[in-house]
């Protein structure tokens, strides 16, 4: 009796409505989750702001780009591990119209998948989180990392503090 208690209760936990769904904007994101438990703006070290909503024992952190959701991490409060059920679930919940296909990882602890606009889905079995990543998420990435780094003035103040006088 336990058991389908739990079962069930699983059950509920991923049939409610905290789940990615890549494109959103923030607007929408907040319609469907709830008012968000903490957020925080794009900066030097990232391009992406981040909007967190908790619900039904999962952790859901939106990465958001331009005011669209670029990409997701889900896991659960108590950071225990999904099953294969959960996964389909959390997955089944955002296919764009397309299937998620199971695809090789480069890292041994995850799993990943890939549908037919190039989002990705990867299953960091030792961190217990499905990650979500829009082809939006990978070039802002790239464009992030492409920028050349702002001079560091302080360095280059001492340089000239030190430099021999000009003849």
Known sequence: MRRVISLLL?????TAPLRANLGETIQQCVARYGKPNSYSEA???????????VAGGLIL??????DKEVGARVSKSDKTAFSDADLQTIM???TAGSAWTSVKSDDPTCLAW??????????????????FTSTA???ALHAASAKPA???LSSSNAAMTNAAPAN
Do not use: E, W
């Not at 900066?43 to 909503?53: A, E, I, L, Q």
């Not at 952190?61 to 331009?66: D, E, H, I, K, T």
């Open 114 to 131: 890939r549908r037919g606009d190039n989002a990705q889905v990867l299953y960091d079995q030792v961190q217990h989180m499905v990650i």
């Open 43 to 53: 900066g030097p070290k990232s391009p992406f702001g981040t909007v967190v909503f």
């Open 92 to 94: 089944g919940a955002d």
């Open 10 to 14: 699983v059950f509920c936990l991923f």
């Open 137 to 139: 998420m990978s070039d």
């Open 150 to 152: 702002p001079p560091n």
């Open 61 to 66: 952190v939106v990465f958001v780009y331009n």
